[in-house]
């Protein structure tokens, strides 16, 4: 997909907008999560070169399988189905 084309003033308010995005709590929680299923597998010697982690099915998954839905798409995706556990205290 190519890069949008946004003027000079847009691109900067809409890098603040991701910054922003990629640094709420639930984001976090993704990103974390994701990170310590990624380092359990490569510890137990699966392969994950090139795949991203599935919070709904909590598998690893080809990118373009992954980010697809499934070929289902994403409109219907909403938050409610990622299975993120709690942050341990």
């Known amino acids: 997909m190519p890069k949008q084309k946004l003027s000079p003033a847009a691109a900067k308010r809409k890098a603040a907008r991701d910054l922003r995005y990629a640094n709420s709590s639930d984001r ?4 974390r999560d994701s990170q310590m299923a990624r380092r359990k597998a490569k510890k137990k010697g699966a392969s994950v070169k ?30 409610a189905n990622y299975k993120v556990p709690a942050k341990k205290k």
């Open 28 to 31: 976090k929680a993704k990103r």
């Open 50 to 79: 090139g795949k991203d982690f599935d919070h709904k099915t909590r598998t690893f998954k080809s990118v373009k399988s992954n980010r697809g839905n499934g070929g289902k798409g994403t409109k219907k995706e909403s938050g």
